[in-house]
């Protein structure tokens, strides 16, 4: 299972840290992943370790301003946001998948597991 937590509302500028912790099964060599999805529009990527747990994907939309990090165990995930814009705000889930391959990382159906989503409100 994936738990995400960190969610909340921040003014624009802000910072915000997120977590996806797994448990309950092996998570190694699997990718990890971040998506949003804001009211209205499709879940959309934002960053992701590689099934190697070294390689990092970032979405055009957060490179410079999304720092994702993971802990040596593998089990966590933390996206540092930092800069943040009002159109950052989403519901932000995290997803796992151990067959997911480079090229595809951005796409949410190559993922089977996924946590609840948490809510990022950033205000104007």
């Known amino acids: 299972q994936l738990q995400a937590s960190g969610g909340g509302l921040v003014q624009a500028g802000g910072s915000l840290r997120l977590s996806c912790a797994a448990s309950?099964?092996?998570?190694?060599?699997?990718?990890i992943a971040w998506f949003r999805q804001a009211p209205g529009k499709e879940r959309e990527s934002v960053a992701a370790f590689g099934r190697s747990g070294y390689t990092t994907y970032y979405a055009d939309s957060v490179k410079g301003r999304f720092t994702i990090s993971r802990d040596n165990a593998k089990t966590t995930v933390w996206p540092q946001m930092n800069s943040l814009k009002p159109e950052d705000t989403a519901v932000y889930y995290c997803a796992a998948d151990g067959r997911v391959i480079v090229g595809n990382w951005a796409n949410p159906s190559a993922y089977n597991y996924w946590g609840q989503g948490t809510l990022v409100t950033v205000s104007s």
């Open positions: 309950g099964r092996t998570f190694r060599n699997y990718a």
